[in-house]
């Protein structure tokens, strides 16, 4: 399938001339359009061409080896994937983030100078409940869901922070916390449709 999405320039990167600038040939998503200067890439196959992806690179960002950005994502700012990292699903990556070896994210918000790497995977569920990684975070195992990582935190390889609920889990070098918004504390009539429901009960402790 021929690129109809952008062609790859001759401008190269002051420091590694063998990454070059991206131009759009067509308007891609509500604000790049036709003619206009992207970011850097190795390759034809960093970046999806797929019709219908809005997936781009702005600004100074990278991708690299054999990275892919895919399925909406945007790379910003001074951002870089590398190595054979894979960023989808509308994820978004800025600031001096960094993804690579054989890292993917997934709906997700990767800033700072926050690292994803080695076998890591930062995967979102909803909007509202997309991993948020910021500050100098390395991820090196599983972050699921509504969690925010940020300070210098780390977390290894064979550890998983999962968390599908309504509040943030916060997690630092400092420990872990939980934000609640406020209005989760009120409390709310039953639905006339629950009412009728008789509650399950269960046996006394022996």
């Not at 960002?61 to 509308?90: F, K, M, N, P, R």
Request: glycine content about 10%; overall charge negative.
């Amino acid at each position: 399938m021929a690129n109809q999405k952008y062609e790859i320039t001759g401008i190269t990167h002051e420091k590694y001339p063998f990454l070059c600038r991206i131009r759009a040939l067509r308007d891609i998503g509500p604000t790049v359009k036709t003619g206009d200067l992207g970011g850097f890439v190795e390759h034809e196959n960093n970046l999806s061409f797929e019709p219908g992806d809005d997936a781009w690179i702005f600004g100074d960002a990278i991708a690299a080896g054999g990275s892919y950005v895919e399925t909406g994502s945007i790379l910003q700012d001074q951002a870089i994937v590398c190595g054979h990292a894979v960023i989808q699903d509308h994820a978004v990556l800025s600031g001096c983030a960094r993804v690579e070896d054989h890292a993917s994210v997934v709906d997700a918000l990767v800033g700072c100078r926050a690292r994803v790497a080695g076998g890591g995977i930062v995967m979102g569920y909803t909007n509202r409940k997309r991993p948020i990684l910021a500050d100098s975070c390395v991820i090196l195992g599983n972050v699921d869901g509504n969690v925010r990582i940020t300070g210098s935190a780390i977390v290894l390889g064979d550890e998983k922070i999962r968390n599908d609920s309504l509040f943030t889990v916060v997690v630092s070098e400092k420990g872990r916390t939980v934000e609640r918004d406020p209005s989760l504390d009120e409390l709310r009539p039953l639905p006339p449709a629950e009412e009728k429901k008789k509650p399950r009960h269960r046996e006394a402790a022996r």
